[in-house]
């Protein structure tokens, strides 16, 4: 298996709108395209299941 040591991108479409997918050895962090602010989610919240709570908390925000 090939080790994860650097950024690696790739871009999607969801709903007809454009994103930028980052992922690099901290997490991942998905952004629309031509904005600078997204979702960033580190690698050891995503195990502990922290990514759950964040979003709810994120959610309930909105």
Known sequence: M???NK???RELAIDD????LS???AGLKLVEKGHRKGVTLAWKDLL???AALAAA???SLS
């Not at 709108?17 to 930028?20: A, D, I, L, S």
């Open 57 to 59: 908390l994120k959610a």
């Open 2 to 4: 090939t080790p994860l």
């Open 48 to 50: 502990n299941g922290d």
């Open 7 to 9: 950024l690696l991108r």
């Open 23 to 25: 992922i690099d050895p």
């Open 17 to 20: 709108r454009h994103y930028t």
